[in-house]
């Protein structure tokens, strides 16, 4: 999920599928994570988060892995289903800034039924 | 509930013009987020409240950005005067202590 200047990065995938988008994340010292959904003409909306004592959490359909060796975190969806196209962005939340996020730029989620 | 309510959805001025947005957040939200959304710096946060006090205004750009939230129930982001480069999609989010951010729909604001 690395910016690219004025184009996102965008993963294209058949429905069914399942999607693995990918952030790098800038501070060792956050400790919080959230992957945002951002639909066309929308706000973003909230899908998942995960702290940093933990590697791994699941939702519905969702499952958010974080390797804070390599400062990496990944978003994958199960199954993926052209609802799910949108652009997704990950969060992070550093101790030192409590209440922020910080926002990654983004990735476009294409699903082709 | 509602959700963050923002208004205008949509709204086109001549620059040199003042622009107010406004935003409604979820009752019970004690943290209010103003962010802007552009194509090349992505989301940014202007300014955040906490119990209606301005905590950090760090991310507003320059001095013709300002915000005000008056009481629990309201804020406002105001330029003055516009400018094309502060075209962009302007989001309110709020949140209770421990929680995630909501966020408004936005208002995309265009300055011609």
């Known amino acids: 999920g690395e910016s690219v200047g004025l184009h996102l990065p965008t993963l294209s995938v058949q429905e069914g599928d399942n999607s693995i988008i990918n952030c790098a994340y800038s501070?060792?010292?956050?400790?919080?994570f959230i992957w945002y959904k951002q639909e066309s003409g929308k706000g973003p909306q909230f899908i998942i988060d995960i702290r940093s004592n933990m590697d791994k959490r699941q939702g519905q359909r969702v499952t958010v892995l974080l390797n804070k060796t390599v400062k990496h975190l990944s978003l994958q969806i199960a199954a993926t289903q052209p609802g799910d196209s949108a652009v997704y962005f990950c969060?992070?939340?550093?101790?030192?800034?409590?209440?922020?996020?910080?926002f990654g730029k983004g990735t476009m989620l294409l699903v082709s039924p | 509930d509602a959700g963050v309510i923002q208004s205008p959805r949509h709204e086109v001025t001549e620059m040199g013009q003042e622009v107010t947005l406004r935003c409604k957040p979820i009752s019970g939200h004690d943290y209010l987020f103003w962010y802007r959304q552009t194509m090349m710096r992505g989301l940014e946060l202007l300014i955040y409240f906490n119990n209606n006090v301005p905590i950090d205004d760090s991310g507003m750009p320059e001095d013709r950005f300002s915000a005000k939230m008056p009481n629990a129930s309201f804020s406002t982001l105001k330029i003055q005067p516009s400018e094309p480069r502060d075209s962009a999609v302007y989001f309110c989010?709020?949140?209770?202590?421990?929680?995630?951010?909501?966020f408004g729909q936005g208002t995309r604001l265009t300055v011609v």
């Open positions: 501070n060792s010292a956050s400790d919080y």
């Open positions: 969060a992070e939340r550093a101790p030192a800034g409590y209440s922020t996020l910080t």
């Open positions: 989010a709020s949140r209770r202590q421990g929680t995630e951010a909501f």
